[in-house]
Structure formats: structure tokens, C-alpha cells
């Protein structure tokens, strides 16, 4: 029994970075269910979105620091940046878009159109990741534009529902200064989305050349 245990310690140990991983996509994905179907528990949702952030921060440091890296967590946490970000920016903007009411209209179908547009690439982010490196096999590791992008985009998500808890919760009025700066960042988090992309596609096209470069190496070998 002694044995069953340690042996259940060290699994557990081995594998902490990854369930701390998979604890964003449970809190993500509950997150959601708890938006679409009791859209008034906004305190509970920002509870979850805070946990999201969290774990964010804590799995790549603590599989560090055990030295439990790995190409299989690198590609659960990219999977469960997507799974937070992608349908909770989705979300907010279009279920709980009315916090922008009193605003011009063609700079709220701005601040969608940018939602839109990060969440297309984002998209695009994680075809590049499951078929261009796990699919030809090769280290997946998040480049300093997506690291930056995945932060921002977090911080657009805690501010959106930092002002509906002040308006619905509190009765705050929203400070429309506050739009502007959710508009901003969203502008940001879409220029570092695509210069995340475009490092993703270069360091593929490298990988490419790198490959064709060996196999014609090896053709160029006498039989």
C-alpha cells in the first residue's frame, strides 16, 4: 500500500504542470457554460477567469522547475490558451456587448470587428501548432510575440468583466474611457497575434529547409 502511494506521489508530481494545464480548459470550458446559461453570475465567471490566468502562469513555471517540460504540455497549454481566450472574447462582446450602448456604433462593430479578427488568428495559431509541429514531429515552443499576445489578450478579458461587475453587482456606471482602453488593447493583442503568426510560419519554413537540406544530403550519399 506504502508503494501504491509513493508510486501515486510521484505521478502526481511528474504530471503537476500538465494537470494544472488542464485545470484552465475545465475552468475555461465552465466558464462558458456558466456565461451562456446564468449570465448574472459574474462574480463566479470572474473567479473562473482569474483561475484561467493563473494556472496560465503557474504550469510553465512549475514544469520548469521540476524539469518536466515537454512537447505534449507545450501543446496542452497552447490549446488551453485558445480554449480560454477564443469563445470568452466571443462571449463578452457579443452576449454582453450592451456595456457599450452608449457609444458611437461604428466604434462598437470596431471594437467586434477587432474581436473577430483575434479570434480568426488565434484559430490560425492552433492549426499551425497541432498539424505544422506536432504533425511533422518537431519542439513547439511559444514565441515571444504569442507569450506577449496571450497576456494582452487576458488583460481584455479580466476588464471587460471588471466593468460589468461594476455596472451590474455595484451599480457602477461604465466609464467609457474604459471602452477606449479595451479598444486599444484589442488593437495590440491583434498586431502581436499576427506577428506570433508570421514567427510561427518563418520558423516553420526554416524547419522546411533545414529538412530538405538533409535529405538531399543523404541522397547525394553513394550507395
Not at 467586434?112 to 488568428?121: D, G, M, N, P, T
Not at 457602477?172 to 510560419?201: E, G, M, R
Request: glycine share 4%.
Amino acid at each position: 500500500m506504502e508503494e501504491l502511494i509513493k508510486i501515486m506521489k510521484q505521478k502526481l508530481l511528474e504530471n503537476l504542470a500538465d494537470l494544472i494545464t488542464f485545470s484552465r480548459l475545465f475552468a475555461s470550458i465552465w466558464l462558458l457554460i456558466t456565461a451562456w446559461c446564468n449570465p448574472e453570475q459574474l462574480l463566479f465567471m470572474a473567479v473562473l477567469a482569474g483561475t484561467a490566468v493563473l494556472t496560465d502562469f503557474l504550469d510553465g513555471k512549475i514544469a520548469r522547475k521540476l524539469e518536466k517540460t515537454s512537447k505534449f504540455g507545450a501543446a496542452l497549454d497552447q490549446l488551453g490558451d485558445k480554449v480560454f481566450v477564443m469563445p470568452s472574447l466571443g462571449i463578452l462582446v457579443f452576449k454582453y456587448g450592451w456595456v457599450m450602448n452608449n457609444l458611437p456604433s461604428k466604434l462598437v462593430n470596431f471594437i467586434k470587428a477587432l474581436v473577430v479578427l483575434l479570434i480568426f488568428v488565434e484559430f490560425l495559431q492552433l492549426i499551425a501548432w497541432w498539424i505544422f509541429f506536432l504533425g511533422r514531429k518537431l519542439q513547439a515552443q511559444s514565441n515571444y510575440w504569442a507569450k506577449i499576445k496571450t497576456f494582452s489578450a487576458f488583460g481584455v478579458i479580466i476588464i471587460w468583466l471588471i466593468l460589468l461587475i461594476l455596472e451590474i453587482e455595484f451599480k457602477k456606471p461604465v466609464i467609457q474611457s474604459w471602452i477606449y482602453l479595451i479598444a486599444f488593447t484589442l488593437i495590440v493583442t491583434d498586431i502581436l497575434a499576427f506577428a506570433a503568426l508570421k514567427t510561427y510560419y518563418e520558423h516553420y519554413i526554416e524547419q522546411a529547409k533545414i529538412d530538405k537540406d538533409i535529405k538531399e544530403k543523404k541522397d547525394e550519399k553513394p550507395q
